[in-house]
């Protein structure tokens, strides 16, 4: 069994910032891969922003230049921080890890970005 439990989202105004953590526990080997998916109202879920265990990112174009991830491998947590924030980011964040083949989900935090 593998948990994931997100924290650091909020209600923000236009231009500012959030950091948001997950930290995997239980039954963890050899993580591939954790990432930040976001699904907003209506819409479909998509990828954010993903970072591998050697450390290699890819993110959304639409966060790109706003939002960095980072990862602490001791810790098994992955930071998501999230600069310039829009209106169009208010979603649901759920963190995910990938190992061996499999996918495992947070809850998810609900980030609130106002106008």
């Known amino acids: 069994q593998v948990q994931l439990v997100e924290s650091g989202g909020g209600l923000v105004q236009a231009g500012g910032s959030l950091r948001l953590s997950c930290a995997a526990s239980?039954?963890?080997?050899?993580?591939?891969?954790m990432g930040w998916y976001r699904q907003a109202p209506g819409k479909q879920r998509e990828l954010a922003a993903r970072?591998?265990?050697?450390?290699?990112?890819n993110y959304a174009d639409s966060v790109k230049g706003r939002f960095t991830i980072s990862r602490d491998n001791a810790k098994n947590t992955v930071y998501l921080q999230m600069n310039s924030l829009k209106p169009e980011d208010t979603a649901v964040y759920y963190c995910t890890l990938f190992s061996r083949g499999i996918g495992y989900w947070g809850r998810g935090t609900q980030v609130t970005v106002s106008s």
């Open positions: 970072i591998t265990n050697s450390g290699s990112t």
């Open positions: 239980g039954s963890i080997f050899s993580i591939s891969a």
